[in-house]
T-cell receptor
């Protein structure tokens, strides 16, 4: 079984809709991350959490919110989706060193 | 469909050649560097890492070189295979307890049989 899972894998939604992307991990890691990937722009950090009570904004947090429901679960929400949020979204985890990060398979989100 | 490889620098090699992928990092205080491989439709996967107190580290068919003087990182892949075709990202970490990885934009490697 995969260590880091993301649901859904693909989602098409309309402008203005609220959408939640979910991430679960079985690695026992404290740290979890949400990234966005756009063509030619690499991975950009949206939010990260170093434990259940420690959540931090990343480089591009505007328009997004997160919830760390448990050590193993970290959700990303788009409160009111807009077309320029169309992208690939990745969840990742790491141990307390924050060095090597383990990525999920990604969610392809399209906002029409 | 949309590709993460659009507009990326591309390196095209023949099967069996050695490949060198380069990365310029941004922060002279970074003390940890990592290379990831991303195949189409998948999340990034760890290849190899290196600490700033080293200038070379070898893995299976891969070698990472670090030049701190010019803030340059390279990934060498020996005897490149078609399965090596992917986008390769470097990332750096400043190493303090609350820092995070900063990723480069990536290089696409295309291996022809």
């Amino acid at each position: 079984d995969a260590d880091v899972t993301q649901t859904p894998r693909n989602r098409i939604t309309k402008t203005g809709k609220r959408i939640m992307l979910e991430c679960s991990q079985t690695k026992g890691h404290d740290r979890m991350y949400w990234y966005r990937q756009d063509p030619g722009l690499g991975l950009r950090l949206i939010y990260y959490s170093f434990d259940v009570k420690d959540i931090n904004k990343g480089e591009i947090s505007d328009g997004y919110s997160v919830s760390r429901q448990a050590q193993a679960k970290f959700s990303l929400s788009l409160e009111s989706a807009i077309p320029n949020q169309t992208a690939l979204y990745f969840c990742a985890t790491s141990d307390s060193t924050g060095y090597e990060q383990y990525f999920g398979p990604g969610t392809r989100l399209t906002v029409t | 469909g949309e590709s993460v490889g659009l507009h990326l620098p591309t390196l095209s090699v023949q099967e069996g050649d050695n490949s060198i992928i380069n990365c310029a990092y941004s922060n002279s205080a970074s003390d940890y560097f990592i290379w990831y491989k991303q195949e189409s439709g998948k999340g990034p996967q760890f290849i190899i890492d290196i600490r700033s107190n080293m200038d070379k580290r070898q893995g299976q068919r891969v070698t990472v070189l670090l030049n701190k003087t010019v803030k340059h990182l390279s990934l060498q892949i020996a005897a490149t295979q078609p399965g090596d075709s992917a986008v390769y990202f470097c990332a750096e970490n400043m190493g303090s307890g609350y820092s995070t990885l900063t990723f480069g934009k990536g290089t696409m490697l295309l291996v022809s049989p």
